[in-house]
Structures are given as structure tokens and as C-alpha cells.
């Protein structure tokens, strides 16, 4: 699944979700406690459910259209962890 997240500026959206994700806040205070970042073997920085029900199954890239103010927001999944490494990112 892939969506795409027209804003003035790309690159700070990603970054203020990231940071928020890694401060286990939202801008209110409020716990994200469900979420944490990780980082793939590309170093890329993807978001990753750690509730039992979805732990290991799956991911959310953050990628930043090159030259346009837009954040692509892809959802990758997998059967098992082993199954991972076969999804392109």
C-alpha cells in the first residue's frame, strides 16, 4: 500500500514523525507506545508495530519525493520475520 503526503515541507514531516515515534510522544503529550523506529540493513529509518498482533509482520517507509514536497508512505508486510529481507523497501 502506498500513499502519498503532498506538504510544504517533506523532510521535516519525516523527521517530526520519526522523533515522535523515537520520544514515544505526540505533539500533546499523548504515549505512542505501540510503534518504535528501526533501522533496515540500508539504513534506511522505517516504523515498526510491536504489539503482539503485528510484531514482525511489517513496516512503514518514509521516503521523500526527490524534488517534490511529498512523503511516500509505503506499508510493507510479510508472513514471517525470515520473510523480511524479500520485500523491497
Known amino acids: 500500500m502506498n500513499y502519498i503526503i503532498h506538504t510544504p515541507s517533506a523532510?521535516?514531516?519525516k523527521k517530526e514523525?520519526?522523533?515522535r515515534?523515537?520520544?514515544?510522544?505526540?505533539?500533546?503529550?499523548?504515549?505512542?507506545?505501540?510503534?518504535q523506529v528501526?533501522?533496515?540493513?540500508?539504513?534506511?529509518?522505517?516504523?515498526?508495530?510491536?504489539?503482539?498482533q503485528w510484531a514482525e509482520k511489517?513496516?512503514?517507509a518514509l521516503k521523500q519525493v526527490p524534488g517534490r514536497n511529498e512523503l511516500q508512505v509505503r506499508f510493507?508486510?510479510?508472513d514471517s520475520w525470515e520473510d523480511r529481507n524479500n520485500v523491497p523497501l
Open 58 to 60: 511489517g513496516c512503514i
Open 76 to 78: 510493507h508486510y510479510w
Open 38 to 52: 528501526a533501522e533496515t540493513d540500508g539504513s534506511e529509518k522505517v516504523l515498526v508495530h510491536t504489539s503482539d
Open 11 to 13: 523532510a521535516r514531516l
Open 21 to 35: 515515534v523515537l520520544e514515544k510522544a505526540d505533539a500533546n503529550g499523548k504515549g505512542i507506545v505501540t510503534w
Open 17 to 19: 514523525i520519526l522523533d
